[in-house]
């Protein structure tokens, strides 16, 4: 039972189906489950864990809503493990998520070609756990589940491709770490992967609300 609440409220705090910042009643999530108040308040927990929650003693529990600062220190974070999947990857060869990454690619540019963002939102975080799962390293997959959960990335990416000619430069940097993957030049792999993160952090951050430097992301991402 717990580990169903868990997983169901992940997913609904990652998808953005629940907004930043928005009060979660323990009360209210049993009578939902169809459970007591305890696997709920255990569930709350592993999910404060995660960077999901917020558990306010005395005050309630509530989504967390991640500062412009920490957005910052995780997409650090996101460089570094994607940079270093871009070269574990180069150095498999043909390996099967070559294959899907290619499909992936050519899907994008169809979905970038017909403005569809919604649709290219979807692959560009496909693209992403390809390139992660193609790494071949359950230690670095890990860290970056944890890490992306803490990003709450599906209600981020689309912050960033509302930025003006955003969507069609993604593509194109997708399209050269793939042809770096290709080529075996995993140096050159990580170097692009790494630019790639930073240029969509700073779409990111030029999507949200102007704040002081303490200033929480709400419903901008979403």
């Known amino acids: ?13 990652i998808k953005g189906d629940i907004e930043p ?13 169809g459970v007591s108040r305890t696997p709920v308040r255990e569930a709350l927990k592993q999910l404060q864990t995660e960077g999901l929650v917020e558990i306010r003693p005395r005050v309630g529990t509530f989504v967390t809503t991640p500062s412009r600062r920490e957005i910052t220190e995780l997409f650090e974070m996101k460089e570094l493990l994607e940079g270093a999947a ?4 180069a150095r ?5 998520e070559i294959d899907m990454l290619e499909r992936n690619l050519r899907e994008a540019d169809e979905a970038v070609a017909g403005d569809d963002r919604e649709r290219y939102a979807e692959l560009v975080q496909e693209f992403h756990d390809l390139l992660i799962a193609g790494a071949d390293n359950s230690k670095l997959e890990a860290h970056y589940r944890m890490l992306m959960n803490q990003l709450a990335y599906s209600r981020l990416v689309n912050t960033s491709l509302s930025q003006p000619g955003r969507p069609l430069q993604s593509d194109r940097e997708h399209h050269l770490v793939l042809e ?3 080529e075996k ?6 170097h692009v992967m790494r630019e790639h993160v930073r240029a969509s952090r700073r779409a990111l951050l030029a999507g949200l609300p102007i704040g002081g430097a303490n200033e929480r992301f709400g419903t901008a991402g979403s």
């Open 180 to 182: 770096l993957i290709l």
């Open 92 to 96: 498999r060869g043909r390996v099967p």
């Open 185 to 190: 030049d995993g140096d050159s792999a990580e």
């Open 1 to 13: 039972m717990q580990a169903r609440v868990i997983a169901e409220m992940r997913r609904r705090i």
């Open 86 to 89: 871009a070269r574990l990857l």
């Open 21 to 33: 910042g928005a009060p979660l009643s323990e009360l209210a999530l049993a009578e939902e489950f």
